[in-house]
């Protein structure tokens, strides 16, 4: 099991952009050109209207990755297999908010998995609702698309809902809160993203669509302090 790097930004490149029928060299190249985390999404055509990989794939993923996986499960009812995508390699497991009727309890069901638990919530909820639960997690990923497919349009919205949660986490001393931020993330946004308190940007399609993948991932990482 690794743990989530300390450094700040980190960059999660989602491997659900990648040529999947080339997956370990895709898992090769892109942890060549510097990815910090791995983003695996998990959709099952329920809570989502998409379906990915299960832990299968995840596993193979894992075997070829020297990089935490950083799993982000878009199902309905993730409990009944938070263990298994940890015993296939997830490294970091962040759950949806609005999946999640008992959400103290699958945190603690992450938690015994001696993972680090995460969070996300859809852009149309507020980050209010983490106030009873942010002690207890190590990360929360915003989502600033509809979750479902890569390639969409960043939510300007989302950069509100940053600057709020990193002020709520703050005023609780959660210094340490990871905030990530996933959907529609590119060079040209990454700077306002990473200003407004993120400190794990997510990208899928605008990496693996740039054609060099290191220059892409030290753009967005170097994003805030070229402006
Ligand atoms: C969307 C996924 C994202 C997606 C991001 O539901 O959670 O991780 O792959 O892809 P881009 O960067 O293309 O928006
Ligand atoms: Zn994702």
Request: glycine share 6%; hydrophobic share 45%; aromatic share 4%.
């Amino acid at each position: 099991m690794k743990q989530i790097p300390e450094d700040r930004p980190l960059i999660a490149p989602s491997l659900l952009s990648c040529d999947f029928s080339r997956i370990a060299e895709e898992v090769q190249a892109i942890e060549a050109a510097g990815a910090d985390l791995l983003h695996v999404d998990v959709m099952d055509g329920h809570f989502v209207p998409n379906i990915t990989v299960g832990p299968l794939i995840v596993d193979a993923i894992a075997r070829h990755a020297t990089r935490p996986l950083d799993v982000h499960l878009m199902i309905a009812e993730p409990d009944p297999y938070l263990q298994a995508f940890a015993e296939a390699g997830a490294d970091i497991l962040t759950v949806h908010w609005e999946t999640c009727a008992h959400l103290h309890r699958s945190v603690q069901a992450i938690h015994h998995l001696d993972r680090p638990a995460g969070v996300s919530l859809n852009p149309a909820t507020p980050v209010a609702v983490l106030e009873d639960i942010l002690d207890d997690v190590e990360m929360v990923l915003l989502m600033s698309v509809n979750p479902g497919f890569g390639g969409q349009r960043f939510i300007p919205r989302a950069l509100e809902k940053i600057a709020a949660l990193r002020t709520m986490a703050q005023a609780r001393g959660r210094d340490d809160l990871r905030i990530e931020v996933d959907g529609g993330i590119t060079r040209e946004n990454a700077a306002a993203v990473l200003t407004a308190g993120a400190d794990i940007l997510v990208s899928g399609s605008a990496i693996f669509r740039s054609g060099d993948y290191a220059a892409y991932i030290t753009a967005l990482r170097n994003a805030a302090s070229h402006g």
